[in-house]
């Protein structure tokens, strides 16, 4: 990232004179304290948060309380013929 900015700046330099590169600069810098401005710089949050929320809904629907009380005495008797064996 530093050798493409550094090589833009060269470019920019051999384009332009000294008083466009300071027009140039000064431009930049109203675009980058405005928050309302034409022209915004690049978000890079979705490249520094690649999940962010990225995520998928689970298609079946939650355990109800009756189904949690079955599942767990259906453990305990699990536990209780594997034990035993």
Do not use: G
């Amino acid at each position: 990232m530093y050798n493409n900015i550094s090589k833009f700046i060269i470019w920019i330099c051999k384009k332009f004179n000294r008083k466009q590169v300071e027009q140039i600069v000064l431009e930049l810098s109203k675009i980058l304290k405005d928050p309302n401005a034409e022209f915004q710089p690049k978000d890079t949050f979705k490249e520094d948060h690649p999940n962010y929320r990225n995520f998928e809904v689970d298609p079946q629907a939650p355990l109800k309380s009756k189904d949690l009380k079955d599942l767990r005495n259906l453990k305990k008797k699990r536990n209780f013929f594997t034990k035993t064996s």
